[in-house]
């Protein structure tokens, strides 16, 4: 199973202006800085696809790519970014809440948290949404390649204790910079949108 189609299809500030066609949504979403961008272009094989950024934070909109013809891989944008201005916080939650509101957008949630720590309090608010919104959503730790072989199990475990994840879902060990879980998350995708 391969993507083997990735193009943009279009960025969106507000939530009037997100695709409302046939095609699924699956929303990517983590903090910033978390390799979100990384792990976009990783899984498309397009470098250039999502914007690694250099300033983390500074990407405010929704970015909708459309995938194998098929669906549409949606990076929202990433939290948690201390130097951001109260009114750009304010404006990112009126286009997450637009955005998890709406039941006809969302098949499934990808949250990418990092491996190496403990996830943070915004985490474990979008861990909440997600479950509020009833929709579906698999957990990524990615970063893993930073970890030792000793460090890998209790630093999922504490992932999984934080976010209080069930024995249902599914936590994805991850490295968007070594490669590593690609083919299961890919699995994942296509199994959950079809193409
Ligand atoms: P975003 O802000 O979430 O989109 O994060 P970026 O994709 O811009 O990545 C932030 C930084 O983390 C960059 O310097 C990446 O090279 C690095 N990075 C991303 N994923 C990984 C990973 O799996 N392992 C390691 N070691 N570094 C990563």
Avoid at 2 to 23: H, M, N
Avoid at 38 to 66: D, E, Y
């Amino acid at each position: 199973m391969q993507i083997t189609k990735a193009e943009f299809k279009c960025s969106s500030e507000r939530i009037s202006q997100v695709p409302k066609d046939d095609l699924k949504d699956i929303a990517f979403i983590g903090r910033s800085n978390v390799g979100k961008s990384s792990l976009i272009n990783m899984l498309t094989a397009r470098t250039g696809l999502a914007k690694v950024s250099g300033t983390p934070g500074k990407t405010r909109l929704i970015n909708h790519f459309r995938i194998n013809d098929a669906w549409y891989l949606v990076d929202l944008p990433g939290y948690g970014y201390a130097r951001v201005s109260k009114g750009e916080r304010d404006r990112w939650g009126r286009l997450m809440e637009g955005y998890f509101a709406d039941p006809e957008l969302m098949t499934l949630g990808v949250m990418i948290v990092d491996a190496r720590h403990k996830p943070t309090a915004d985490d474990c608010t979008m861990a909440q949404w997600y479950r509020d919104a009833g929709c579906p959503f698999v957990v990524v730790a990615n970063k893993l390649d930073k970890l030792k072989k000793s460090q890998v199990e209790p630093a999922l475990q504490l992932v999984r204790e934080t976010l209080e994840l069930t024995e249902a879902d599914i936590l994805l060990p991850f490295s968007a910079e070594k490669g590593m879980g690609k083919e299961d998350l890919i699995r994942l995708l296509v199994q959950t949108c079809g193409g």
